[in-house]
């Protein structure tokens, strides 16, 4: 009989048993005695208590039913809990539970391990029956266990598995293998070899059956292959490197990993072969490179060498590093460069190069100090170097490689340079003529005051080919290709060309430049000039005139100058020079005038020809007229100047030529008008200040005066609302709303005037400020508004500066009240306030100002999480009554921000903002540091 019969038997006698009354002990006597291993378990869920043992299981465990019964089968059987993978607990307890379930019984193999006496597992596999026992009403009252150890059959089972599947992996690696892989005989026939080594040596599957060992290997002859067989069979044999032979005879260098096994109680021997002809032509050209490197370094006419290993070894130095190290090769050749250079140690180089070398990432400097020895003692030198990782054959890195390039001759030129440009900077602002210094290749670098005055740019415009946007369009082909030729050349450049002011107005210039040369004779900058010249070619123009009139008319001369004279608007007349017994100018006579100039002298004609000029008027030499005339006699240089004669009451603007060594030409015309303009449009500038002047102390005023009518209006609105209270009708108590709230915006809004007029006013009194404590007392006074908003205000350390405390107080306030005013809602405001101090030349960079390089500025930055803005906006929003929201989603006059600027304009800084809708905004405040 098998164990199901007894099985049956046993379940049969429990389910007898189980209809007995409960207070019966139950005896399970039969199913303790019945073959096989098995348990009774109590269906108490998730336990599953033993209630009985077979002795068959008592048996196979080694240890009486008292160590079982009573106790969970968790708990008699505990879980493997050293293997993270075994799951036989909860296998079994699902088994038990469907049997629960379903009230029938459960098959299944699984492995459950046992614990030994050591605390340790033992990998079980069971085959395992539940059984369910029910009563007359259908309920289990027991589960019988009955299982049968399969241990030995499963791992069988998994290692017949296992070794058919190595064998297919064997097969399948071996002949897909990417290296020759060849068994051999003792007799040096092959038994086994895959298509790579086939492939190798040229033979098909058939011919290698024919061939030996010696046949594709023509160092393994039958003496060294016998050798290394018997070699193989007891020890392992390194791997080494060999040839192989290609049926046509020709040989390549092979890489062999050679072992032997046993076949069918044969000795065989195993040999693994990398094609190794590529990596033979790699080593010899990367010797070869090498080689080359060195020679190339040794050779190279700037500094170099190659430091090897993580002590930085000298291994390879020419000559140049050797003289800028001012060491002998003896002295530093196959030691630490550190060790022989102990202050590049101290400058912080080892530490870059260390960095270099664990990374693999090249350092590149430009005019490093380093202290080096000279004389006896430390000097510093100027370098730039790179460092760059020097890698071996196997690719990793086995030194750094030092390039470096002594320019201490140029940084300290360059020092002397940038010093005597200040100087330079001092002169060109003094010179009355715009002046401006280039680069060699022609880029616009510097520029003096005359030319900012003049032309309206500012520096970030004018710089390079800035200057090209203020030539006239038809001057600009003409100019920069006299510019170019220069520029290619080095002959000095000059050209007369016109200028547009920054009114709009184009005025002639001589433009003028010089090269400044080194001693080799290259150019290092051009220095230019340009000399306004509008009133002197206005002249030469209207002189080129009159003689191209002349050469056309020579025939009519005298008609055509008797037309000239009687018909032009313009005066014209001819002045005798008076000279003494020395030949010195002591008065003047004119002799020829036309009706025009008699018209603006306003005299009869016989006494104005026939009165010297000392004559009608004694000072006339002397005066910047008579002056003028003289130097033009002189020179011949044509000269214009505008002369006030008293006797008619006129301006008059006279052109002055020289006829000859004794006659003056003078054209002149009225200018009465455009003058009384000019000195009108002077006057109206002067009374222009002074009505602004007048509107900030109106605007002051008019501020305080208005705050008391308001005041009244919105305590008498307040005091009839209360009287009235409960008697008004709806719509007559929302009209008194909206009056106290339209007054109230007007008092806001006074009070934001009010605030802007002291800012324009009050900047009398400079004090040294504490931005720290100022922040401070700002948050203090924004205490309930912080609080309500539940607002986080980070603030770090700010500086002390000099300014105006009330209206620093306004700038904090108002910039902070803007974050919270702006906050997204349902976010918790954040703002962080920061400072730090920025160069001059680092604003010109941001295009945050056009300001002197050599100033400092408190950098302090005001950053929230709030709502944002369109970054086209960012200078409209500092504008008076400038709103980007409707009065009804944020309240406010439009003013804060406009106070803001006035008060950063009054400490001679810069503001400025940036934002993007939904993420925040950034408001930067420059003011000078002292």
Same mark, same amino acid.
């Given at each position: 009989?098998?164990?199901?019969?007894?099985?049956?038997?046993?379940?049969?006698?429990?389910?007898?048993?189980?209809?007995?009354?409960?207070?019966?002990?139950?005896?399970?006597?039969?199913?303790?005695?019945?073959?096989? *291993?098995?348990?009774?378990?109590?269906?108490?869920?998730?336990?599953?208590?033993?209630?009985?043992?077979? !002795?068959?299981?008592?048996?196979?465990?080694?240890?009486?039913?008292?160590?079982?019964?009573?106790?969970?089968?968790?708990?008699?059987?505990?879980?493997?809990?050293?293997?993270?993978?075994?799951?036989?607990?909860?296998?079994?307890?699902?088994?038990?539970?469907?049997?629960?379930?379903?009230?029938?019984?459960?098959?299944?193999?699984?492995?459950?391990?046992?614990?030994?006496?050591?605390?340790?597992?033992?990998?079980?596999?069971?085959?395992?029956?539940?059984?369910?026992?029910?009563?007359?009403?259908?309920?289990?009252?027991?589960?019988?266990?009955?299982?049968?150890?399969?241990?030995?059959?499963?791992?069988?089972?998994?290692?017949?598995?296992?070794?058919?599947?190595?064998?297919?992996?064997? @097969?399948?690696?071996?002949?897909?293998?990417?290296?020759?892989?060849?068994?051999?005989?003792?007799?040096?026939?092959?038994?086994?070899?895959?298509?790579?080594?086939?492939?190798?040596?040229?033979?098909?599957?058939?011919?290698?059956?024919?061939?030996?060992?010696?046949?594709?290997? /023509?160092?393994?002859?039958?003496?060294?292959?016998?050798?290394?067989?018997?070699?193989?069979?007891?020890?392992?044999?390194?791997?080494?490197?060999?040839?192989?032979?290609?049926?046509?005879?020709?040989?390549? /260098?092979?890489?062999?990993?050679?072992?032997?096994?046993?076949?069918?109680?044969?000795?065989?021997?195993?040999?693994?072969?990398?094609?190794?002809?590529?990596? $033979?032509?790699?080593?010899?050209? +990367?010797?070869?490179?090498?080689?080359?490197? %060195?020679?190339?370094?040794? !050779?190279?006419?700037?500094?170099?060498?190659?430091?090897?290993?993580?002590?930085?070894?000298?291994?390879?130095?020419?000559?140049?590093?050797?003289?800028?190290?001012?060491?002998?090769? =003896?002295?530093?050749?196959?030691?630490?460069?550190?060790?022989?250079?102990?202050?590049?140690?101290?400058?912080?180089?080892?530490?870059?190069?260390?960095?270099?070398?664990?990374?693999?990432?090249?350092?590149?400097?430009?005019?490093?100090?380093?202290?080096?020895?000279?004389?006896?003692?430390?000097?510093?030198?100027?370098?730039?170097?790179?460092?760059?990782?020097?890698?071996?054959?196997?690719?990793?890195?086995?030194?750094?490689?030092?390039?470096?390039?002594?320019?201490?001759?140029?940084?300290?030129?360059?020092?002397?340079?940038?010093?005597?440009?200040?100087?330079?900077?001092?002169? *060109?602002?003094?010179?009355?003529?715009?002046?401006?210094?280039? #680069?060699?290749?022609?880029?616009?670098?510097?520029?003096?005051?005359?030319?900012?005055?003049?032309?309206?740019?500012?520096?970030?415009?004018?710089?390079?080919?800035?200057?090209?946007?203020?030539?006239?369009?038809?001057?600009?082909?003409?100019?920069?290709?006299?510019?170019?030729?220069?520029?290619?050349?080095?002959?000095?450049?000059?050209?007369?060309?016109?200028?547009?002011?920054?009114?709009?107005?184009?005025?002639?210039?001589?433009?003028?430049?010089?090269?400044? @040369?080194?001693?080799?004779?290259?150019?290092?900058?051009?220095?230019?000039?340009?000399?306004?010249?509008?009133?002197?070619? @206005?002249?030469?123009?209207?002189?080129?005139?009159?003689?191209?009139? &002349?050469?056309?008319?020579?025939?009519?001369?005298?008609?055509?100058?008797?037309?000239?004279?009687?018909?032009?608007?313009?005066?014209?007349?001819?002045?005798?020079?008076?000279?003494?017994?020395?030949?010195?100018?002591?008065?003047?006579?004119?002799?020829?005038?036309?009706?025009?100039?008699?018209?603006?002298?306003?005299?009869?004609?016989?006494?104005?020809?026939?009165?010297?000029?000392?004559?009608?008027?004694?000072?006339?030499?002397?005066?910047?007229?008579? !002056?003028?005339?003289?130097?033009?006699?002189?020179?011949?240089?044509?000269?214009?100047?505008?002369?006030?004669?008293?006797?008619?009451?006129?301006?008059?603007?006279?052109?002055?030529?020289?006829?000859?060594?004794?006659?003056?030409?003078?054209?002149?015309?009225?200018?009465?008008?455009?003058?009384?303009?000019?000195?009108?449009?002077?006057?109206?500038?002067?009374?222009?200040?002074?009505?602004?002047?007048?509107?900030?102390?109106?605007?002051?005023?008019?501020?305080?005066?208005?705050?008391?009518?308001?005041?009244?209006?919105?305590?008498?609105? =307040? &005091?009839?609302?209360?009287?009235?209270?409960?008697?008004?009708?709806?719509? =007559?108590?929302? #009209?008194?709303?909206?009056?106290?709230?339209?007054?109230?915006?007007?008092?806001?809004?006074?009070?934001?005037?009010?605030?802007?007029?002291?800012?324009?006013? =009050?900047?009398?009194?400079?004090?040294?400020?504490?931005?720290?404590?100022?922040?401070? $007392?700002?948050?203090?006074?924004?205490?309930?508004?912080?609080?309500?908003?539940?607002?986080?205000?980070?603030?770090?350390?700010?500086?002390?500066?000099?300014?105006?405390?009330?209206?620093?107080?306004?700038?904090?306030?108002?910039?902070?009240?803007?974050?919270? @005013?702006?906050?997204?809602?349902?976010?918790?405001?954040?703002?962080?306030? +920061?400072? +730090?101090?920025?160069?001059?030349?680092?604003?010109?960079?941001?295009?945050?100002?056009?300001?002197?390089?050599?100033?400092?500025?408190?950098?302090?930055?005001?950053?929230?999480?709030?709502?944002?803005?369109?970054?086209? #906006?960012?200078? %409209?929003?500092?504008?008076?009554? !400038?709103?980007?929201?409707?009065?009804?989603?944020?309240?406010?006059?439009?003013?804060?921000?406009?106070?803001?600027?006035?008060?950063?304009?009054?400490?001679?800084?810069?503001?400025?903002?940036?934002?993007?809708?939904?993420?925040?905004?950034?408001?930067?405040?420059?003011?000078?540091?002292?």
């Amino acid at each position: 009989m098998d164990a199901r019969y007894y099985l049956t038997l046993a379940s049969f006698m429990l389910t007898e048993l189980s209809n007995q009354k409960p207070s019966s002990a139950v005896d399970f006597t039969i199913i303790e005695a019945t073959p096989g *291993m098995r348990l009774v378990f109590s269906p108490d869920s998730p336990l599953f208590t033993i209630v009985s043992a077979s !002795q068959d299981m008592c048996r196979f465990l080694g240890y009486g039913k008292d160590r079982l019964v009573g106790k969970s089968i968790f708990e008699a059987f505990p879980p493997n809990s050293s293997d993270p993978t075994f799951n036989g607990h909860t296998e079994l307890l699902a088994s038990l539970e469907l049997v629960l379930k379903n009230k029938m019984s459960h098959r299944r193999e699984q492995r459950y391990d046992l614990v030994l006496n050591e605390g340790l597992f033992q990998e079980t596999y069971w085959d395992t029956i539940n059984t369910p026992v029910l009563n007359d009403d259908g309920e289990v009252t027991y589960i019988v266990h009955t299982t049968e150890n399969i241990t030995a059959r499963v791992i069988a089972d998994r290692k017949v598995a296992e070794n058919d599947v190595a064998v297919a992996q064997f @097969k399948f690696m071996a002949d897909n293998a990417q290296n020759a892989f060849i068994l051999a005989r003792e007799d040096g026939s092959f038994a086994y070899v895959n298509q790579k080594a086939l492939s190798g040596w040229n033979y098909t599957a058939e011919e290698a059956k024919h061939l030996r060992v010696p046949d594709v290997n /023509p160092v393994f002859n039958d003496e060294v292959f016998s050798a290394a067989f018997k070699r193989a069979q007891h020890e392992n044999i390194p791997q080494f490197e060999t040839l192989h032979r290609r049926k046509n005879g020709e040989v390549y /260098p092979v890489e062999i990993n050679m072992g032997a096994l046993t076949l069918a109680g044969k000795p065989h021997m195993f040999a693994v072969a990398r094609d190794i002809t590529n990596r $033979k032509r790699l080593q010899e050209a +990367s010797r070869k490179s090498e080689e080359n490197l %060195r020679n190339l370094i040794m !050779q190279s006419p700037v500094a170099m060498c190659i430091l090897n290993g993580p002590d930085f070894i000298v291994e390879v130095a020419n000559a140049r590093v050797l003289e800028l190290w001012g060491k002998h090769a =003896d002295e530093i050749m196959g030691k630490p460069v550190f060790d022989c250079l102990p202050d590049a140690r101290v400058a912080g180089l080892h530490k870059i190069m260390e960095q270099v070398y664990s990374t693999g990432e090249r350092f590149a400097a430009n005019e490093q100090p380093i202290p080096l020895p000279r004389n006896g003692g430390l000097e510093t030198f100027y370098v730039n170097f790179v460092y760059e990782p020097f890698r071996g054959v196997d690719q990793k890195i086995a030194g750094v490689m030092v390039v470096a390039f002594d320019v201490t001759n140029q940084v300290v030129a360059r020092m002397k340079v940038e010093e005597s440009n200040k100087e330079l900077q001092f002169v *060109m602002n003094v010179a009355p003529q715009m002046v401006w210094v280039t #680069y060699p290749d022609g880029y616009h670098a510097l520029y003096n005051y005359k030319w900012y005055e003049y032309t309206g740019l500012s520096d970030v415009e004018s710089q390079d080919t800035g200057w090209t946007t203020v030539v006239h369009p038809d001057d600009m082909e003409r100019t920069s290709a006299v510019w170019k030729h220069s520029l290619e050349t080095g002959e000095p450049y000059e050209i007369e060309y016109r200028l547009k002011r920054f009114d709009g107005t184009y005025c002639w210039f001589l433009g003028r430049a010089l090269p400044l @040369k080194d001693e080799t004779g290259t150019i290092l900058k051009w220095f230019g000039t340009c000399t306004d010249i509008d009133d002197q070619k @206005k002249a030469s123009e209207l002189m080129e005139e009159m003689v191209i009139k &002349r050469t056309h008319e020579l025939e009519s001369q005298k008609n055509l100058l008797d037309n000239i004279l009687r018909n032009s608007s313009n005066g014209i007349s001819v002045t005798e020079m008076i000279r003494n017994d020395k030949g010195d100018v002591v008065d003047a006579k004119t002799i020829l005038a036309n009706d025009s100039a008699i018209r603006f002298v306003g005299m009869p004609r016989e006494v104005f020809l026939s009165k010297t000029a000392v004559e009608l008027d004694p000072d006339i030499l002397t005066s910047a007229y008579g !002056q003028k005339c003289l130097h033009t006699l002189v020179t011949g240089e044509p000269a214009v100047i505008q002369y006030y004669l008293g006797i008619s009451n006129r301006w008059l603007e006279l052109t002055l030529s020289r006829m000859d060594s004794d006659h003056l030409i003078h054209i002149f015309t009225d200018v009465t008008s455009i003058k009384v303009s000019q000195l009108e449009q002077e006057r109206m500038l002067q009374e222009l200040k002074r009505s602004n002047a007048n509107l900030e102390d109106f605007a002051y005023a008019a501020s305080h005066d208005l705050k008391e009518p308001i005041r009244k209006i919105r305590f008498f609105a =307040d &005091r009839l609302n209360n009287k009235l209270s409960g008697k008004l009708a709806e719509e =007559d108590q929302h #009209y008194l709303m909206r009056m106290d709230r339209a007054t109230e915006r007007m008092q806001l809004l006074v009070d934001d005037l009010l605030e802007y007029s002291h800012v324009s006013t =009050d900047n009398n009194y400079v004090e040294e400020i504490d931005l720290g404590k100022k922040l401070s $007392k700002v948050l203090e006074d924004l205490e309930l508004e912080v609080s309500r908003r539940n607002a986080s205000i980070i603030v770090g350390p700010l500086p002390l500066i000099k300014g105006h405390r009330r209206q620093i107080q306004q700038l904090f306030q108002n910039l902070i009240t803007n974050a919270l @005013k702006f906050s997204k809602p349902g976010v918790q405001p954040e703002i962080l306030i +920061s400072a +730090s101090i920025i160069s001059g030349e680092e604003l010109i960079t941001l295009n945050a100002a056009t300001t002197p390089a050599n100033k400092a500025y408190h950098q302090i930055s005001i950053v929230d999480n709030g709502i944002g803005f369109e970054q086209e #906006y960012a200078e %409209r929003i500092f504008k008076m009554f !400038q709103r980007l929201h409707g009065k009804a989603a944020y309240e406010g006059t439009g003013i804060g921000l406009a106070i803001v600027r006035k008060v950063v304009n009054n400490h001679n800084g810069f503001i400025t903002a940036e934002s993007s809708p939904g993420n925040g905004a950034r408001f930067t405040v420059y003011l000078p540091a002292n």
